[in-house]
């Protein structure tokens, strides 16, 4: 028995810092007050062991699959572990399989699904059945939008419950625990700085697994004194800033180029130069290119920006915009960013007009609904003896033929008539644009009248 507890011990202690440090209550979990508080709605459905389908959707590194052991450790259900990479459709119909078996025996089966995003639409549909006629609670755990990665059928069926990175605070006090706890190195003597602990759970950025892990790196790399002899021989390390520096030197961008992120990062940027805050456009920017975003993909966003929410209040915007793409297209990266650089603070600080977006998206929208409507003959082309006579161009008036280089001849469909699509604003050069569009109109109006 000795030696099967000193054989447990040593795969104990070769796990990684995170793994033996993971909370087994929850009490011991960090951060997440919202939903595992006291009188929190998740942690009511836990400590009574009601827990029904449901999605954790959240970050890496703030507790999903530690919930899940949680519950697997407080439930009287069946509880299977389940992994979206490594498992299939074969996979997931055993596992169906016996929970319709555990149903029938009047056994819950509660399957976790982690990474359930990593399932494309066949895998999760063959949850559905047994989620809709209770074969299982099925909790899944995604650090992607359920709304874009989970089947919507599937999705209705469960309670969503975002979980949030954690503060800095939060990590602090996890890694405090981690120095005093016999689980993690509470047995041994370290000497570390309040100041690196912090430092440590800022570098973290909210993912506990990543604040463990580094503190597991520096104390493993720190340097070790002896003091005394023999039995009253003591070992303490040191943890010096030199070696927090080297460990950390390097941060991994939170970032993914087909994820929400990519999406999140990019919106940042556009709503930025929107609300004309050249300094945010920028930091936006940094955040995309220095996370290895495609510079091209950037450009060709900050064109249609130009028009969309520049528009003719500067008409040299896209201009910019257009050159600015074809810069990065010519030079790339790293050279290319002062290029975006100059395209975003020139957007931002650019008088704002969204008339030509809302003359698009009124037109398409008519356009839309009425598809049939016949185009006015008499701007019909009539290259053939039949379409003459049936009195395509009849009446065409050539703008160029007259004085004003303009006529009073409708040109939208019969049932349109008079309807008006570009509004222009008075921002920029566009309040030129406004009062040429008025003096149009009038003029019309008046020829039509005469």
């Known amino acids: ?13 070769s796990k990684p810092l995170a793994e033996r440090l993971r909370p087994k209550t929850l009490d011991e979990f960090a951060g997440q007050k919202h939903l595992t508080g006291e009188g929190k709605v998740l942690r009511r459905l836990i400590e009574k062991d009601m827990v ?4 954790f959707w959240g970050p890496p590194g703030v507790g999903k699959t530690t919930l899940a052991r949680i519950i697997a450790e407080k439930t009287k259900a069946e509880f299977i572990n389940f992994s979206a990479v490594t498992s299939g459709i074969k996979e997931i119909r055993e596992v169906m399989k016996q929970a319709d078996e555990n149903r029938f025996s009047g056994i819950r089966t509660i399957v976790f699904v982690d990474e359930i995003h990593r399932f494309n639409k066949a895998q999760q549909d063959a949850f559905l059945p047994f989620v809709e006629k209770g074969a299982i609670i099925l909790i899944g755990a995604t650090t992607e939008n359920p709304s874009f990665e989970i089947n919507s059928a599937l999705l209705s069926r469960c309670k969503v419950f975002v979980l949030q990175g954690l503060t800095e605070e939060d990590l602090y006090a996890l890694l405090v625990r981690a120095l005093r706890d016999d689980r993690g190195f509470g047995t041994q003597e370290v000497v570390i700085e309040d100041d690196d602990l912090h430092l440590i759970a800022a570098f973290a950025n909210g993912d506990a697994r990543t604040a463990l ?7 493993l790399n720190g340097d070790i004194r002896v003091s005394g002899k023999g039995k009253n021989a003591r070992e303490t390390i040191t943890v010096t800033g030199e070696i927090i520096e080297q460990c950390i030197s390097k941060k991994s961008l939170l970032y993914d180029k087909n994820g929400e992120e990519h999406y999140n990062l990019i919106s940042a940027l556009h709503k930025s130069m929107r609300n004309s805050d050249p300094d945010a456009a920028v930091y936006w920017l940094a955040r995309m290119l220095e996370a290895g975003e495609d510079p091209l993909y950037i450009a060709r966003r900050i064109v249609r920006f130009a028009s969309e929410d520049v528009g003719l209040a500067d008409p040299r915007a896209v201009e910019l915009a257009v050159a600015c793409y074809q810069a990065c297209h010519f030079i790339g990266m790293p050279e290319c960013s002062v290029h975006l650089t100059e395209a975003c603070v020139y957007l931002s600080l650019a008088p704002k007009s969204n008339a030509c977006d809302r003359a698009w998206i009124e037109a398409s929208s008519d356009a ?9 003959l008499q701007i019909r082309n009539a290259p053939t003896k039949l379409m003459k006579e049936l009195g395509y161009n009849a009446g065409y008036q050539y703008a160029h033929d007259y004085e004003e280089k303009m006529t009073a001849m409708e040109c939208l469909p019969e049932s349109l008539a008079g309807r008006e699509y570009y509004h222009p604003t008075e921002e920029g050069v566009e309040g030129r644009f406004k009062t040429r569009n008025e003096q149009i109109k009038a003029w019309k109006e008046k020829q039509r009248r005469n």
């Open 52 to 55: 029904s389908s449901m999605i």
């Open 368 to 376: 839309r609904q009425m598809l049939a409507e016949p185009v006015p």
């Open 213 to 219: 892990s580094t503190l597991e790196m520096v104390i």
């Open 1 to 13: 028995m000795g030696q099967m507890s000193l054989f447990h011990s040593q795969i104990e202690e």
